[in-house]
């Protein structure tokens, strides 16, 4: 058997990284709310 999760540094990024989320309007409500809950990193990557 194969493992489920080989992770990519670049793959997640652009799935889930900064540009990503600002390339939507989904994604820029989820920025939105993290800043205004006050996160110190917007996004994990």
């Known amino acids: ?4 999760f ?3 540094r ?3 990024a652009r799935k ?3 540009r990503a989320r ?3 309007v989904g994604g820029r409500k ?6 205004r809950k006050g996160r110190k990193r ?3 990557v």
């Open 10 to 12: 670049l793959k997640r």
């Open 1 to 4: 058997m194969q493992p489920t």
């Open 16 to 18: 889930i990284g900064y």
């Open 6 to 8: 080989r992770p990519h």
């Open 42 to 44: 917007l996004t994990v």
């Open 30 to 35: 989820v920025l939105a709310n993290r800043r």
């Open 22 to 24: 600002k390339a939507t």
